[in-house]
């Protein structure tokens, strides 16, 4: 078998796949440890679906987080502790190398430096053409190649991705002696940030939120709309990574900035309100396109399965993508021990079944909130505002961040306090299952 990939889907697939006596090798173009701009976040529920974590993790630097603060477009804010810990918080340099190492101990042959740009399906094996000339041939091959997934665009799986279903992340991974945060233990996001600052000076000058809100550009803002983008600050042990995020036909439409002149001018911003210390660095700064239109419709067919971001396995309210990513990678290695030898006519709908089981209804719910959200600045501010009042319901969702609840039970809960978002999912469902239907009497 070969996955195409070394990040955490592909790592975690050849892990599975060599642990299961399976001849694997893990193909990459890169050389590890290498850099993976990423904001580095994962909810502890990872501890619980991968146990083996536990004990490797210890090998790199690792922090872990109880507290989030949380801001809205206008400015409203909240703080959320969960009296323990609720988030894992790594680099990606060291955490990726060591899944890398994971999947070699199990047996995984891992080879790198091999950049893929042709792949061919055949009747009975699968072609792979690296930019030097190599081929590699496999009976199934795991497409774990990223966003830009040239095995998925070769073999049709995915044609590209539109730019309303991408995000551009503009962020940057410095050492805490040149950059960092003010509060290590705390997490920071804000949900339809204003680039331009409005916001901001809004707090750094003691006003109000009030009145029409401007949006990117100056263009006023429609009073429901907000900005679709988001920003953070993730504490690192001894770094810490600040971003800035829109949805990149937002960004086309609405930012008239180039990527690193919006990241410059939000860590000064954040410094002027005391969140963070010191100065951006240029060279600590790469932009990335993280997907957020939801999971491929079929993320395997015949003899490939796309795991990962190639898949769209990410949050898109929250953009996490690591958990998601390893997930599937387990999911397509336990798909194709279940069929072998051979790749049967149903290892794909296998797979594909799998992942709509433990993860598609989550991640295709997190596109329904981050459309429902950001189609109104009041629901986000009622979110946040209601956040101290609605304690029960934080407990709820932290006992999911953390492993100790399943999202099918916290989707219940959620749904039955928000009337019009359960009408929305209960409305896009009936449509999507009378076209399903009418695409099969055509």
């Not at 810990?85 to 990606?92: D, G, K, Y």
């Not at 988001?230 to 001894?238: I, N």
């Amino acid at each position: 078998m070969i996955v195409v990939g070394a990040g955490p889907a592909g790592a975690t697939a050849a892990r599975t796949l060599a642990s299961g006596g399976i001849r694997v090798r893990l193909i990459d173009r890169s050389a590890f440890p290498r850099n993976k701009p990423c904001g580095g976040g994962i909810s502890l529920r990872v501890l619980r679906r991968f146990p083996y974590l536990d004990r490797e993790l210890p090998r790199i630097a690792t922090h872990v987080i109880s507290r989030l603060h949380l801001e809205g477009p206008a400015g409203e804010s909240t703080v959320i502790s969960a009296g323990r810990p609720a988030a894992l918080m790594i680099r990606r340099v060291e955490f990726d190398a060591l899944l890398v190492s994971l999947a070699v101990a199990a047996g995984a042959d891992l080879i790198s430096g091999a950049d893929v740009v042709h792949a061919r399906e055949d009747a009975d094996r699968v072609t792979l053409t690296t930019r030097d000339g190599r081929r590699f041939h496999a009976p199934i091959v795991v497409a774990a190649d990223g966003v830009h997934s040239i095995v998925a665009r070769r073999l049709g799986l995915n044609p590209g991705w539109p730019a309303s279903a991408v995000a551009l992340d503009m962020m940057e991974e410095s050492p805490r002696a040149v950059l960092r945060d003010v509060d290590p233990s705390t997490l920071w996001v804000a949900y339809g940030y204003d680039h331009q600052g409005r916001q901001a000076d809004r707090l750094l000058h003691g006003e109000k939120p009030a009145g029409r809100p401007l949006g990117p550009g100056g263009i006023a803002c429609p009073r429901r709309g907000t900005p679709e983008g988001y920003a953070y600050v993730f504490p690192k042990r001894d770094h810490v990574n600040i971003g800035i995020g829109y949805v990149l036909s937002h960004y086309r439409q609405a930012v008239d900035q180039a990527p690193y002149d919006v990241q410059r001018a939000f860590v000064a911003r954040l410094r002027e309100r005391n969140i963070v210390v010191g100065e951006s660095t240029r060279k600590n700064f790469t932009p990335f396109i993280i997907p957020v239109g939801g999971p491929l419709r079929e993320p395997g067919r015949g003899r490939v399965l796309v795991a990962g971001d190639a898949g769209g396995f990410v949050n898109a309210f929250t953009a996490e993508g690591i958990y998601y990513a390893m997930v599937s990678g387990d999911l397509a290695a336990r798909a194709i021990l279940t069929c072998r030898p051979d790749a049967s006519p149903g290892l794909a709908r296998r797979y594909g079944r799998s992942c709509d089981d433990e993860i598609g209804v989550e991640l295709r719910d997190s596109v329904r909130i981050q459309q429902y959200l950001f189609a109104d600045r009041r629901r986000i501010a009622r979110i946040i505002g209601g956040a101290n009042r609605e304690r029960a319901l934080i407990q709820l969702i932290l006992e999911f961040v953390v492993g100790r609840r399943s999202y099918r039970g916290l989707r219940r809960r959620m749904l039955a306090r928000s009337p019009l978002l359960a009408c929305r999912v209960a409305w896009e469902r009936l449509v999507k299952k009378n076209i399903v239907g009418l695409g099969a009497s055509v």
